[in-house]
């Protein structure tokens, strides 16, 4: 049987939380290229999780799903105000977060990976580990809307293993 990971529990069961995907959901409802509802989030949190076990990354895996879960929540301000989406989110991030067990330490390495999660880090952070399980996830190789999309091919996902 596959262990809860109770700290997580609180994030994924907050009304805010929940009602936060729910508007991510709203506005992406028409959008024809990658989406970053739910599905998105627990993709990169799987891929992840394998990435850190791979890499014997110490990070506890309620610690990488946490990072993964909370890594696109700017992208609602991102929407309405322009603002960066792995800034914005930092301050929804810090808001959920104190509703659960994880150390201060814990919590600065997470919402580090919610600010770096665009642009990588040192090898082996977790931030790293998320950029890269993020560009993973995404199966630009058999998008429709590839033509159309504005990301430079070099940063298109080709591939479907890691």
Same mark, same amino acid.
């Given at each position: 049987?596959?262990?809860?990971?109770?700290?997580?529990?609180?994030?994924?069961?907050?009304?805010?939380?929940?009602?936060?995907?729910?508007?991510?959901?709203?506005?992406?409802?028409?959008?024809?290229? !990658?989406?970053?509802?739910?599905?998105?989030?627990?993709?990169?949190?799987?891929?992840?999780?394998?990435? *850190?076990?791979?890499?014997?990354?110490?990070?506890?895996?309620?610690?990488?799903?946490?990072? @993964?879960?909370?890594?696109?929540?700017?992208?609602? *301000?991102?929407? &309405? &105000?322009?603002?960066?989406?792995?800034?914005?989110?930092?301050?929804?991030?810090?808001?959920?977060?104190?509703? &659960?067990?994880?150390?201060?330490?814990?919590?600065?390495?997470?919402?580090?990976?919610?600010?770096?999660?665009? &642009?990588?880090? @040192?090898?082996?952070?977790? *931030?790293?580990?998320?950029?890269?399980?993020?560009?993973?996830?995404?199966? !630009?190789?058999?998008?429709? @809307?590839?033509?159309?999309?504005?990301?430079?091919?070099?940063?298109?996902?080709?591939?479907?293993?890691?």
């Amino acid at each position: 049987m596959i262990q809860a990971m109770e700290r997580i529990q609180p994030i994924l069961h907050s009304p805010r939380y929940r009602g936060w995907l729910r508007q991510m959901d709203e506005l992406e409802a028409e959008r024809i290229y !990658c989406r970053h509802g739910l599905p998105h989030l627990l993709d990169v949190a799987r891929i992840a999780a394998l990435l *850190a076990v791979e890499r014997s990354a110490p990070y506890p895996r309620d610690v990488i799903y946490a990072a @993964a879960l909370l890594h696109d929540l700017g992208r609602l *301000a991102q929407y &309405t &105000t322009g603002e960066p989406h792995a800034q914005a989110g930092i301050p929804m991030a810090q808001e959920l977060l104190r509703e &659960t067990a994880f150390t201060a330490q814990e919590q600065d390495e997470i919402l580090r990976a919610v600010s770096r999660h665009r &642009t990588g880090d @040192a090898p082996h952070s977790l *931030a790293q580990i998320i950029f890269e399980a993020d560009h993973a996830s995404r199966m !630009c190789f058999a998008c429709e @809307a590839a033509d159309t999309c504005y990301w430079p091919q070099e940063r298109r996902n080709a591939t479907v293993l890691l």
